[in-house]
């Protein structure tokens, strides 16, 4: 090898060597810094989901409690459950409907303690069948919201649900 070629290499090679390692460096701190950029924004992320969770618990509680309220006080209600009168049945069928829609819910359901249907909201001929391993299911987990898939008319429905209960005439719904 000529003292040329020689001179070359050893100029190459002492100028290589640091840019490599510049290179390795600067790849090695944009890694760490975007891993700490990717974990704060995921942190920011969770803490607003958690945060947006919070209020929709916080507004189906609201919504639950008054229909719960005026479920209680509702004599129509009450004759169509307690007294089973036939043209207090249409009202009942039709009121988780009409509730669920002023209120802005997805999904209602009135059951009573067994776990009957009495009212659907969703699926409105979802009435008189029993169901009562979803009231167990939510009440489970009484603080926070639940995930649950149920039948619609169409197709099924996840919805994030929530259970309140309400006494008419000493019977629990």
Same mark, same amino acid.
């Given at each position: ?22 290179? !390795? ?12 950029? !990717? ?32 479920? =209680? ?17 249409? !009202? ?37 069948? !029993? ?23 169409? =197709? ?18």
């Amino acid at each position: 090898m000529s003292f040329r070629t020689r001179l070359f290499l050893g100029i190459l090679l002492g100028a290589l060597l640091p840019l490599g390692a510049l290179a !390795y460096g600067v790849q090695h701190e944009m890694g760490r810094r975007l891993r700490a950029e !990717y974990d704060r924004r995921l942190s920011a992320m969770g803490d607003l989901v958690a945060s947006d969770l919070a209020r929709t618990a916080e507004l189906v509680r609201s919504r639950l409690a008054t229909i719960t309220a005026d479920l =209680s006080r509702d004599n129509r209600f009450r004759r169509a459950v307690l007294q089973g009168e036939s043209e207090s049945r249409r !009202y009942l069928l039709d009121y988780a409907g009409e509730a669920m829609n002023l209120s802005g819910l997805s999904m209602l359901q009135i059951q009573d303690s067994s776990g009957r249907i009495l009212s659907s909201g969703h699926f409105r001929n979802e009435f008189d069948r !029993y169901q009562p391993e979803l009231p167990a299911l939510l009440r489970s987990r009484p603080a926070a919201l639940t995930l649950v898939r149920t039948r619609t008319p169409e =197709s099924s429905l996840a919805a994030f649900a929530r259970a309140d209960s309400f006494r008419v005439g000493g019977r629990r719904f």
